[in-house]
């Protein structure tokens, strides 16, 4: 399953939720990721989001999407982190 | 799917926040942006540029069942770190051991081995020849090659044909091929474009091979046509030899004949010719894309990737000498 994952939150805990979103998913941009994960990790992941949010407060959004192929991204001006697995 | 990462780029890989952080350095040792990779995402590492890290990674990394491979400046491969085995199984290295020490065992995997060899060489061959190259000479050559192998006694035996199978094989590149010259095959170094491919694209099978051996019961150190302990994980080696005309060999054709890699992403210095690093790159992008390309297997009925494949040779493998199925090399059926 490929994803985007999006999040507003307070900024007492924005970098909290920055540094659990990095162990699954690709940052690709302030508060926005995207990234191949399995059903379980991603289960896994919003268990722990869900410890870190005041969900009165925060909100956290996922796009899901069967196949990476099937999304078609377009990128205006600046990339802020190109996606490769060649570094 | 998890992916693999390939760091061409010098610099340091660290752990940080219980993920990968990676920092690139230029010439000039200064820090570039830092990268980070989603440790859960990750298969393994290739690192071809010098990397700098510590034993705190290489815990975080074996926690998370991430192999590294490096490969030196000369794109040698150089050695792995494997992180601790998980699938043990004492069953399964004993009956490996028994078909290794049991000359009789022995040959009749060895044999397999040459013989889904020699069959994917010669799918190869007859493709080309079908595209008005003229193989046929080479196609004769090896036909008849591949009917002594059922005879053979000994391992060294073996070799010899396996390795004039090889040499006839290696002289059709040239007429694969349309514009390098390949002539004789060259190691250590390579003195032509085309044999610093070869080079190149094998060691990277070797590699592919020895990720999915890991991933099942069987010892890569324990070979049976390889010598064990001639070269550290010689069932790599094994396996290796069924796949590279599948995976490694189509490679280099398609790379060198739609002209992705051209003569100026080669070095050419005294004696010898390596992939310069935009060539490199746009091998392992494209060994990438091959290894997760999908086709529909026959006795399976489903869709199975090429790295799958390997994996599904190391189980028939395990089948085999834990005496449940006997083995019978992959061969390519389209």
Not at chain 2, 126 to 139: A, E, G, P, V
Request: charged share 25%; proline share 3%.
């Amino acid at each position: 399953m490929y994803v985007i994952l999006v999040y507003d939150m307070d900024k007492r805990r924005v970098v909290k939720m920055l540094k659990l979103c990095r162990q699954y998913v690709n940052w690709i941009q302030n508060s926005v990721f995207e990234g191949e994960i399995t059903e379980v990790k991603l289960k896994e992941l919003l268990a722990s989001a869900k410890l870190i949010m005041d969900e009165e407060t925060d909100s956290l959004i996922i796009f899901k999407s069967r196949q990476e192929s099937w999304l078609e991204k377009v990128v205006i001006g600046k990339e802020k982190n190109e996606l490769d697995n060649l570094i | 799917m998890k992916k693999s990462y390939y760091l061409f780029n010098p610099g340091r890989l660290s752990r940080k926040d219980n993920t990968l952080k990676f920092v690139p350095v230029n010439e000039d040792g200064v820090d570039g942006k830092p990268k980070y990779l989603p440790v859960e995402g990750v298969k393994n590492l290739y690192c071809f540029g010098s990397l700098d890290t510590n034993s705190a990674l290489y815990n975080f990394l074996g926690k998370n069942q991430i192999g590294v491979h490096f490969f030196d400046y000369y794109e040698h491969y150089t050695g792995s770190f494997m992180p601790k085995d998980y699938l043990l199984s004492g069953k399964v290295i004993v009956n490996q051991v028994e078909h290794y020490s049991s000359q009789k065992k022995r040959m009749i995997i060895a044999r397999q081995f040459i013989e889904g060899a020699s069959f994917n060489m010669l799918k190869n061959l007859k493709y080309y020849s079908k595209r008005d190259k003229d193989l046929s000479k080479q196609i004769l050559q090896i036909e008849q090659l591949s009917k002594l192998i059922a005879d053979t006694q000994a391992i060294d035996e073996l070799m010899g044909i396996e390795g004039n199978i090889r040499s006839a094989y290696y002289s059709g590149f040239g007429t694969i091929i349309n514009d390098f010259e390949m002539n004789n095959r060259t190691k250590q170094p390579p003195n032509n474009e085309v044999n610093a491919m070869i080079s190149f694209v094998n060691m990277i099978c070797y590699t592919a091979c020895l990720d999915q051996i890991y991933h099942t019961q069987l010892n890569p150190t324990l070979s049976f046509l390889h010598e064990p302990g001639f070269r550290r994980y010689s069932l790599a080696l094994d396996l290796a030899e069924v796949f590279k005309p599948l995976l490694a060999d189509r490679l280099i054709f398609s790379l060198l004949n739609k002209k992705m890699v051209q003569k100026g992403d080669f070095d050419q210095k005294l004696n010898s010719c390596l992939l310069k690093e935009s060539g490199r790159k746009t091998v392992m992008r494209a060994w990438d894309e091959k290894l997760n390309e999908t086709i529909k297997h026959r006795t399976l009925d489903q869709s199975v990737s090429y790295k799958r494949l390997v994996r599904l040779e190391c189980y028939k493998l395990v089948k085999h000498v834990m005496g449940m199925q006997e083995y019978k090399p992959f061969k390519t059926w389209w």
